[in-house]
């Protein structure tokens, strides 16, 4: 199932590949690393995180909503910084509302004052 799942499915689907990279290396280390996402339970590490900031989807699938905020509620309360919540987005931020997602990140790594003592904001998605 492994070779399969590689072999076909990965193969087929990327299809860019930076220049002076070797595709079968490459695509290889995206597999990997889509298992090794695949195996991490956030959940069980939560309590470790540090200096969480979060961005979610406000029209995802409600099931990982529920997920995302479940994550959020287990972040210790000091370590947590903001929850962005994005409206009109469905799921993926940085093609859905790439400015807003941007500017977000943007003042996160600006150290915004305002984002910085765990608040929740509701985001307009353009």
Not at 16 to 21: E, L, Q, R
Not at 34 to 61: C, G, S, T, W, Y
Not at 62 to 86: C, G, I, N, Y
Request: proline content about 3%; charged content about 30%; glycine content about 4%.
């Amino acid at each position: 199932f492994y070779n399969y799942f590689y072999e076909n499915f990965l193969n087929l689907r990327v299809a860019k590949i930076p220049a002076g990279v070797d595709a079968k290396l490459y695509k290889k280390s995206i597999f990997q690393l889509v298992r090794a996402v695949r195996n991490f339970d956030l959940k069980a590490e939560v309590a470790k995180l540090k200096n969480v900031h979060l961005v979610i989807a406000d029209e995802d699938d409600s099931r990982l909503k529920v997920d995302q905020l479940k994550v959020w509620s287990l972040v210790p309360t000091r370590e947590r910084r903001s929850l962005a919540t994005v409206t009109g987005v469905v799921h993926a931020l940085p093609d859905e509302a790439p400015h807003t997602t941007a500017e977000w990140i943007e003042n996160v790594a600006r150290d915004a004052r305002d984002l910085q003592n765990g608040e929740e904001y509701l985001v307009e998605g353009r």
